[in-house]
């Protein structure tokens, strides 16, 4: 069986390949973002930085390196932690040198 690591499981979300996969109603009212960065950005072990952060935040999270040198983030999570990470990434790791942040609020 898939489950999110919160400590409250209450909804029964969906089935993926014959497991049920159990979403909190924090994860169901949560925010999506994309999230583009700009700069010196990639070999500069960004993407795995960028994804301890988000278990920092508890945020999930799917970053890509982008044939123009960019990498694009798309995130989830609670407000507060979104916002948090997004903070992170006008930063980034100790090598990088994020120019910009372009962030793009998904609806669902």
Not at 29 to 42: C, D, M, Y
Not at 66 to 74: K, N, Q, R, S
Request: hydrophobic share 35%; proline share 3%.
């Amino acid at each position: 069986m898939v489950k999110c690591k919160l400590s409250t499981l209450s909804t029964t979300y969906g089935h993926y390949k014959g497991h049920s996969i159990y979403m909190s109603d924090r994860i169901m009212a949560s925010k999506k973002v994309k999230i583009k960065i700009f700069g010196r950005v990639q070999g500069v072990f960004f993407r795995v930085s960028a994804m301890e952060k988000c278990r920092e935040y508890n945020v999930s999270c799917e970053p890509v390196n982008m044939p123009d040198g960019t990498v694009e983030i798309a995130a989830q999570g609670e407000k507060n932690d979104i916002s948090s990470f997004i903070e992170w990434c006008k930063k980034g790791p100790i090598f990088a040198n994020v120019d910009k942040v372009e962030v793009v609020h998904e609806t669902d």
